[in-house]
């Protein structure tokens, strides 16, 4: 079995180091500027590079320093991951595009139809990562105020409809949460491969949904024992449900050709840190966001402090927003942890780093070989091809 390998796509800005964590000058979050690289100002005026050409870049490069794809985020402030998907289907060949969405937000049949139409138009290249909310500000801001279990009541629904028209039988379905009469896909749309489904959530309500229909169940980093309970729950119960999903981890890596050299990265970006940011990341009612606040010390005298277990750091959130976990040490050690992390069941990672640009090529050229290539899932091994223009 090989191990399928994914890269974050910034979909909300990007700033050009952790050392600069409060200038984000690449994208929508830093507005316009002289010396941003998108959008920028040159001579008073826009040069007319945009995001969406240094995102077309970050997709390029991961895609050729041997990513099969990419993650798509989706939240309040980012640009909308459809949208940004088709438009950068056709800047890459093979890089399949893991678009998150909350199914609350569109009616099932319309999204048959949008990823009918992406697997057409880009050769079987869409994955789901299927994300229900984590309640507070950011669900509100999309006028949601259905409780956080029932949440995941309308995602199953939600997964059921969508499947139900998949195939281009006539398909009727008067639910809680959604109502569809004789629907169907056309013939021209019917019939491509369904995206595989990435499923978040922590919670005993995302962890029964997830039985039901996940093929990767998705979790953020923590430390190695407790992701391997998780996963443990997980899989015994889509065991009494006949399935058994793979795992996949989402982790930040920073990672240098010497551990002090990548330490000195962290030490330079803690001159920014921003204590209240773990406060603030856990301030829905997302379960999963809750874990990982528990991890991070009420009280810290400086960086190492967040080293839970050797090269596992739980201060990214501090010095730059996003997940807390990620991975801090030479190019061996971190493949050495991503190693421990597949022998404990992990079958898919999506990596991230910043700048994404400049941290998918060096990724890609000096830790993703130590794992070996022949572990990694390479886009000519998948059915995706198959269909690839
Ligand atoms: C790896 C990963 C990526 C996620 N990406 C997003 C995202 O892009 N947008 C979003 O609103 N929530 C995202 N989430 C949040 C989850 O989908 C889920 O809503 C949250 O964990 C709350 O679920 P829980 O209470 O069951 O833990 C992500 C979660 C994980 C683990």
């Known amino acids: 079995m090989t191990i399928d390998i994914y890269w974050r796509i910034g ?113 079987g290249r869409l994955v789901y990562n299927i994300i229900s909310g984590g309640g507070g500000p950011a669900q509100l801001w999309w006028g949601d105020k259905v409780s956080h279990d029932d949440r995941y009541a309308r995602t199953s629904e939600f997964l059921d409809v969508l499947r139900g028209v ?99 990265e962290i030490r330079k970006g ?14 829905g009612d997302s379960v999963g966001a809750a874990r990982i606040k528990g991890w991070v010390p009420e009280t810290i005298t400086g960086y190492r402090d967040l080293e839970v277990q050797p090269n596992v750091w739980c201060g990214f959130s501090l010095i730059r927003g996003g997940p807390a976990f990620g991975l801090v040490g030479s190019y061996e050690q971190v493949a050495q942890r991503l190693d421990e992390l597949i022998d404990l069941g992990v079958d898919a990672f999506i990596l991230a780093g910043n700048p994404h640009l400049e941290e998918a090529y060096r990724v890609g050229e000096e830790v993703l070989p130590l794992l070996g290539r022949s572990r990694l899932t390479t886009p000519d091994a998948t059915p995706a091809l198959t269909h690839a223009h």
């Open 11 to 123: 979909m909300e800005g990007d700033h050009a180091s952790l050392r600069t964590p409060r200038r984000y000058n690449r994208g929508n979050a830093g507005g316009y500027g002289p010396g941003n690289i998108a959008p920028a100002v040159r001579g008073g005026e826009l040069d007319g590079y945009s995001y969406i050409d240094h995102v077309a870049a970050v997709a390029r490069a991961s895609e050729s320093a041997g990513f099969l794809g990419g993650l798509l985020p989706s939240f309040p402030v980012t640009e909308d991951p459809w949208a940004f998907a088709a438009a950068l289907a056709r800047e890459t060949t093979t890089y399949r595009f893991m678009v998150a969405f909350q199914p609350g937000f569109l009616h099932p049949v319309q999204a048959a139809r949008m990823s009918a139409s992406l697997q057409r138009a880009t050769g």
């Open 166 to 264: 998949w195939d281009g039988r006539p398909y009727t379905h008067d639910g809680r949460f959604f109502h569809t009469e004789a629907a169907a896909l056309p013939p021209g749309l019917a019939g491509q491969p369904f995206p595989e489904v990435y499923f978040s959530g922590s919670s005993g309500a995302a962890v029964q949904a997830a039985g039901r229909h996940a093929d990767y169940y998705l979790s953020w980093l923590e430390p190695f024992a407790d992701l391997r309970a998780k996963f443990d729950g997980v899989r015994a119960h889509a065991e009494k449900l006949g399935r058994t999903p793979k795992f996949a981890v989402r982790i930040d890596i920073l990672a240098r050709h010497t551990e002090e050299a990548a330490w000195d």
């Open 270 to 283: 803690w001159a920014f840190v921003d204590r209240e940011a773990a406060n603030r990341a856990a301030q």
